[in-house]
């Protein structure tokens, strides 16, 4: 009869080490000083709190979000609430001692497009990022092959379920135990050498090595994926457009308001305008605003992770639905964060700032030269009815917040012109839509404690593209009729933009 031997953990000499560690494992009995949550305090960000609320307060701190309280900034902050005000959230953390100053800048991701744009035409070199870090079955995350050439960005090897596949892992890694920073929800083993965490791109080919099947302990979350052409993960792709958001919004600070030097000085991102004797909207602040949305587009645009590869006719194609769907979708945005109620007289406000009544002709309809009140009710009035049931309310009803709505900025522009793209552009746009769910999805993660309430905000998200659509074709009909009788003057970019 074979011999059994104990454990090594069994051991006598074990003993020890093994009350260590459970000690080590016990809650400290620290109170967390936001949410008071018994037992979970730690030192985080110069204060005490502990995981979720020092993971709320970087993502704040890090995408710059301003959150507005619908009450008197009085909230109860406690962890055993399900919905919990974000604004009084983030001020309790202000309270508890929390520095802005201790959370870590976002490396910046200014030059992926250069850097996709040199591996696509780079003909000997290896891509030293693989393509995705998932098993050959989670097709979920890989684009369809268009392209034969293997250093293309666009081509997807093929794999067979016996073909090894590429992953990134340190070398040599103890799996036991594991560490947390402190400051999200990542979760890294303890090695004997340097983090890898901090090399550079090109240094990721020493340690890409092919492995059968990756095992429990290589297991990473999808916010850890980088996709192959836009060269980021979807939190930092998510974070990009954030970050083009606050500068839209501060450029329309330093055009249309009194206030410029707020951009320059705080660089604020928030709504510029002022809601309390706003200007009657015009078809001429319309022309005048209409090229400076057509200048931020095209700023949109030229930032866009993967622009730099396409043709001049794709540019083209992706500038115009740009274009259409930007000045549209932030009217929507500019208006719920100016008027946050649903008023029993609503109004709409413009993207200079501008306002008009949107049940009645009492404001903003006013004849203007070459254009009469009968017109723009004719042209507009049943429109902007229509926009503000549609877009504007479920924008209120969903609490939509700044990381929200630049996703579904985003989302859209490349969602609605599929029918439109070449199949390079499809690519794009379906990397660039995964991406965007797996940001969303990951920031969702710290902010919310309920999977159903994840589930139901990312289904709203994406059920709207569907009204954008919708509102984008109706004003492409109203600019085609306008333009086709000359109603109003339209400037020449956008007449350009019309005959596409």
């Known amino acids: 009869m074979m011999q059994r031997f104990p454990d090594a953990s069994q051991t006598p000499a ?53 959150f507005h309280c619908k009450k008197d900034r009085c909230c109860t902050i406690f962890h055993e609430l399900r919905m919990i005000c974000r604004a009084c959230r983030f001020a309790k953390c202000l309270a508890a001692g929390m520095k802005k100053e201790c959370v870590q800048k976002r490396r910046s991701n200014k030059k992926a497009g250069a ?63 594991c560490d947390y920073d402190g400051e999200g929800s990542e979760r890294r083993p303890y090695t004997s050498e340097p983090s890898t965490s901090s090399r550079s791109p090109s240094g990721l080919a020493d340690i890409v090595h092919p492995i059968p099947r990756p095992s429990t302990a290589d297991r990473f979350s999808p916010g850890d994926l980088r996709f192959k052409i836009v060269n980021m993960t979807g939190p930092e792709l998510l974070r990009h457009y954030v970050e083009e958001l606050r500068k839209a919004m501060d450029r329309r600070r330093m055009m249309f308001t009194e206030t410029p030097m707020l951009a320059v000085m705080e660089e604020r991102g928030d709504m510029p305008f002022d809601t309390t004797s706003p200007p009657a909207h015009t078809m001429q602040r319309q022309y005048e605003a209409q090229k400076f949305d057509n200048l931020l587009a095209y700023e949109f645009c030229r930032s866009t992770p993967g622009f730099d590869l396409m043709d ?14 930007y000045a549209l979708l932030d009217i929507a945005w500019i208006t719920v964060q100016a008027y946050r109620e649903n008023d029993e007289s609503p109004l709409v406000m413009y993207t200079d700032g501008s306002v008009s009544t949107i049940n009645d002709l009492s404001f903003g309809w006013e004849d203007e030269v070459g254009l009469q009140r009968g017109e723009k009710k004719t042209l507009f009035f049943e429109f902007i009815a229509r926009f503000n049931e549609a877009v504007c309310k479920p924008f209120r009803s969903m609490n939509i917040d700044p990381v929200e709505y630049a996703a579904l900025k985003a989302f859209c522009i490349w969602k609605l012109g599929y029918c439109e793209y070449s199949n390079k552009m499809k690519v794009m746009a379906k990397e660039h839509e995964t991406a965007l769910l797996i940001g969303l999805n990951s ?21 709207m593209t569907g009204t954008v659509f919708e509102m984008n074709q109706l004003i492409l009909e109203t600019y085609k009729s306008a333009e086709l009788f000359e109603l109003f003057k339209l400037d020449t970019l956008s007449k350009l933009l019309l005959s596409l």
């Not at 009350?19 to 949410?35: R, Y």
């Not at 001049?312 to 769907?325: D, K, P």
């Not at 920031?443 to 059920?463: C, F, H, K, S, V």
């Open 14 to 66: 074990a003993l020890p080490r093994l009350a260590m560690k459970a000690e080590l494992l016990k809650p400290n009995g620290t109170k967390c000083l936001v949410c008071e949550h018994p037992d979970g305090g730690s030192a985080h960000f110069a204060s005490t709190s502990c995981l979720a609320c020092a993971a709320f307060f970087r993502r704040t701190v890090s995408l710059n979000i301003t």
């Open 115 to 177: 850097a996709t744009k040199k591996r696509a035409t780079s003909s000997g070199d290896e891509d030293p990022v693989p393509e995705v870090l998932a098993t050959p079955s989670s097709s979920f995350f890989q684009s369809p092959p268009i392209s034969d050439d293997a250093n293309s960005p666009f081509s997807v090897e093929k794999k067979s379920p016996f073909t090894p596949m590429y992953a990134v892992t340190a070398s040599p890694v103890k799996t036991e135990p």
């Open 312 to 325: 001049g006719t794709e540019r083209a194609v992706f500038f115009r639905l740009c274009a259409l769907s």
């Open 443 to 463: 920031y969702y993660e710290d902010i919310l404690t309920d999977p159903l309430e994840i589930a139901q905000r990312l289904g709203n998200m994406i059920l």
